[in-house]
C-alpha cells in the first residue's frame, strides 16, 4: 500500500510539471531567455528536496536535539551565503548576511521555544526553521540589494550629505529606511490578506492532509507573526549594519560605488 501511495505521489509531482512547461512556453514566447534558469531550478529543487527529505527522516529517527541544531546551522550558512552572492561587491557581504539570518532564526525559534508555543522538537524546529530562515534570508538579499542600487543611484545626495557634514549612519538613513519598508511590505501586505486573498502555505497544505481546519489556523497563526518578527529582525539588522560597508574610516563613499 506504501509503495502505491509513494508511486502516486511520484506521478503527481511529475505531473505537476506541466505547469513548469507553461512557464518555459511565456518565456520563449516573449523571448526572457528564462528557459535555463526554470529547468536549473526544478532540477536543484527535486535533487535538494529529496535530499532534504532523507535528511530529516533520519534526523527523527536519531531524536536529538544536537542534531538539529546543526542542521539549522547548515541552513543558516547557506541562506548567508546566497544572500550575499546577490550583493557581492558590498565589502563584508557574506558575514552580514549569514549574520542577519542568524540572529532572526535565534530570536524567533528561541522565543517561541522559551514561550513554549512549540516544543522542543525536531517535527517543529526543522520546518519551522527553515521558514523562518528561508524568508530571512530573502528579506536580507533584498535589503543589501536595494541599498547598494540606490547608494549607487543617489550617491550625489549621499555627497552632498556628507559635505554638510552629516556622518555615513545619518546621510545613508533615507536610503535604508525605504529598503527596509521595500523588504517589509510584502509580507506585511500578505498577512494583511491572509484568509481573504488566499490561504497560506501552512494552513492550505494541513487541510489538504485532513487537519482540522481550527488547528490548521492555530499553526498558521503562529507561522505569520513567525515570519513577521523574523523578517523584521533579519532586514533591519542588516539594514543597521551595512552602511559601514559603503564608507571608509573617513566617512567617504568607497571607490567601488563611483563605478558605472
Same mark, same amino acid.
Given at each position: 500500500?506504501?509503495?502505491?501511495?509513494?508511486?502516486?505521489?511520484?506521478?503527481?509531482?511529475?505531473?505537476?510539471?506541466?505547469?513548469?512547461?507553461?512557464?518555459?512556453?511565456?518565456?520563449?514566447?516573449?523571448?526572457?531567455?528564462?528557459?535555463?534558469?526554470?529547468?536549473? $531550478?526544478?532540477?536543484?529543487?527535486?535533487?535538494?528536496?529529496?535530499?532534504?527529505?532523507?535528511?530529516?527522516?533520519?534526523?527523527?529517527?536519531?531524536?536529538?536535539?544536537?542534531?538539529?541544531?546543526?542542521?539549522? $546551522?547548515?541552513?543558516?550558512?547557506?541562506?548567508?551565503?546566497?544572500?550575499?552572492?546577490?550583493?557581492?561587491?558590498?565589502?563584508?557581504?557574506?558575514?552580514?548576511?549569514?549574520?542577519?539570518? $542568524?540572529?532572526?532564526?535565534?530570536?524567533?525559534?528561541?522565543?517561541?521555544?522559551?514561550?513554549?508555543?512549540?516544543?522542543?522538537?525536531?517535527?517543529?524546529?526543522?520546518?519551522?526553521?527553515?521558514?523562518?530562515?528561508?524568508?530571512?534570508?530573502?528579506?536580507?538579499?533584498?535589503?543589501?540589494?536595494?541599498?547598494?542600487?540606490?547608494?549607487?543611484?543617489?550617491?550625489?545626495?549621499?555627497? $552632498?550629505?556628507?559635505?554638510?557634514?552629516?556622518?555615513?549612519?545619518?546621510?545613508?538613513?533615507?536610503?535604508? *529606511?525605504?529598503?527596509?519598508?521595500?523588504?517589509?511590505?510584502?509580507?506585511?501586505?500578505?498577512? *494583511?490578506?491572509?484568509?481573504?486573498?488566499?490561504?497560506?502555505?501552512?494552513?492550505?497544505?494541513?487541510?489538504?492532509?485532513?487537519?482540522?481546519?481550527?488547528?490548521?489556523?492555530?499553526?498558521?497563526?503562529?507561522?505569520?507573526?513567525?515570519?513577521?518578527?523574523?523578517?523584521?529582525?533579519?532586514?533591519?539588522?542588516?539594514?543597521?549594519?551595512?552602511?559601514?560597508?559603503?564608507?571608509?574610516?573617513?566617512?567617504?563613499?568607497?571607490?567601488?560605488?563611483?563605478?558605472?
Amino acid at each position: 500500500m506504501g509503495d502505491v501511495q509513494g508511486l502516486s505521489t511520484l506521478v503527481s509531482g511529475l505531473l505537476a510539471l506541466a505547469l513548469v512547461a507553461v512557464a518555459v512556453a511565456l518565456s520563449l514566447w516573449q523571448r526572457l531567455e528564462l528557459e535555463k534558469d526554470l529547468g536549473i $531550478a526544478v532540477v536543484r529543487s527535486f535533487v535538494q528536496l529529496a535530499a532534504i527529505g532523507y535528511v530529516i527522516n533520519f534526523i527523527f529517527g536519531l531524536e536529538g536535539v544536537g542534531y538539529v541544531v546543526l542542521l539549522l $546551522a547548515a541552513m543558516v550558512g547557506f541562506a548567508g551565503w546566497t544572500s550575499s552572492r546577490r550583493s557581492a561587491e558590498v565589502p563584508g557581504a557574506l558575514p552580514l548576511a549569514t549574520g542577519a539570518v $542568524a540572529l532572526a532564526a535565534l530570536c524567533t525559534l528561541g522565543l517561541l521555544l522559551l514561550l513554549g508555543v512549540i516544543p522542543p522538537t525536531a517535527r517543529y524546529l526543522i520546518p519551522l526553521g527553515g521558514m523562518v530562515i528561508g524568508n530571512s534570508m530573502n528579506a536580507t538579499s533584498l535589503t543589501l540589494v536595494r541599498v547598494r542600487d540606490d547608494v549607487r543611484e543617489q550617491r550625489d545626495k549621499v555627497e $552632498a550629505a556628507l559635505a554638510l557634514g552629516a556622518t555615513g549612519r545619518v546621510a545613508l538613513s533615507p536610503i535604508v *529606511k525605504s529598503s527596509l519598508k521595500s523588504a517589509l511590505i510584502p509580507l506585511i501586505d500578505s498577512t *494583511k490578506t491572509a484568509g481573504i486573498v488566499f490561504l497560506p502555505g501552512a494552513m492550505a497544505g494541513m487541510i489538504i492532509g485532513g487537519a482540522d481546519p481550527l488547528e490548521a489556523v492555530r499553526l498558521q497563526m503562529v507561522v505569520l507573526y513567525m515570519l513577521l518578527g523574523s523578517v523584521s529582525i533579519a532586514a533591519i539588522s542588516v539594514g543597521l549594519l551595512s552602511y559601514r560597508s559603503f564608507f571608509n574610516a573617513r566617512h567617504q563613499l568607497r571607490e567601488w560605488l563611483h563605478g558605472d
